[in-house]
């Protein structure tokens, strides 16, 4: 439900799941009864308000034990260092470690952005299928956060297919004038994440980004032997 943008219909997830109607009636009555899944008016189901409290918390946790990863980039790159996941169709930052330096980014924790617009939105969406990117940006637009924000359909898709060929994401200026990003994807991680370093573009040249990207696809590594889909039987 929660990579379909929350909201489904019974027949939508009898499909999915591949369950006799009876079976997924039940499991959606239990789901309504405590909270987890609500009916809408239009009897399709979405998600309940209970999974608030259990995102928050698994959200601090993760953050928790991301936190000292992320330090140690800020201590060898000098900048901040941030941890991001796809939550519904938009991206919520879950973990940062600011830059010792005066002038910075910063970002709170919990925030959520347009996964187009950033460096962490967009190199978790070049880990996606391109229906799926198609199905989210459908829902969210592309609007322009500055001048520099990509708005066009065909444009994004471009850029998606060169992250995936170089294997890192650039934000240059165009979720913050000044700023720029270098991000890389969680592989395999049982939830789209990914990790950055940002900071004043002047500071976050490419020479940095050369220093940065190694040490971020490593990190990125480490993350995810913790946050790995389990294998099935």
């Not at 992320?70 to 901040?80: F, N």
């Not at 980014?105 to 996606?128: N, Q, W």
């Not at 990003?181 to 500071?203: D, E, F, L, M, Q």
């Amino acid at each position: 439900m929660a990579e379909a943008g929350g909201v489904m219909g019974l027949s939508e997830l009898a499909e999915q799941l591949d369950l006799p109607t009876p079976t997924l009636h039940r499991l959606i009555r239990t789901l309504v009864a405590r909270g987890y899944v609500r009916q809408l008016p239009s009897r399709k189901y979405a998600l309940g308000t209970r999974l608030i409290r259990l995102g928050e918390v698994a959200s601090q946790l993760t953050g928790n034990w991301a936190r000292p990863l992320l330090a140690e980039l800020v201590a060898k790159l000098g900048e901040t260092a941030n941890m991001a996941t796809l939550d519904g169709d938009m991206v919520a930052y879950v973990a940062q470690v600011p830059s010792p330096h005066p002038m910075r980014m910063f970002t709170e924790v919990g925030r959520r952005v347009f996964a187009h617009s950033t460096g962490v939105g967009k190199a978790i969406l070049a880990s996606l299928p391109e229906a799926q990117v198609r199905t989210i940006v459908g829902r969210t637009g592309l609007p322009a956060q500055t001048g520099r924000t990509i708005t066009d359909v065909d444009a994004l898709l471009s850029e998606l297919s060169a992250i995936r060929e170089r294997g890192f994401a650039v934000d240059d200026g165009e979720q913050e004038l000044g700023v720029r990003c270098y991000a890389v994807v969680v592989p395999n991680a049982s939830v789209h994440t990914a990790i950055s370093i940002s900071g004043p573009g002047i500071r976050v040249d490419p020479a940095l980004g050369d220093k940065a990207v190694p040490l971020l696809q490593a990190a990125a590594e480490r993350l995810a032997a913790e946050l790995a889909v389990p294998e099935s039987d």
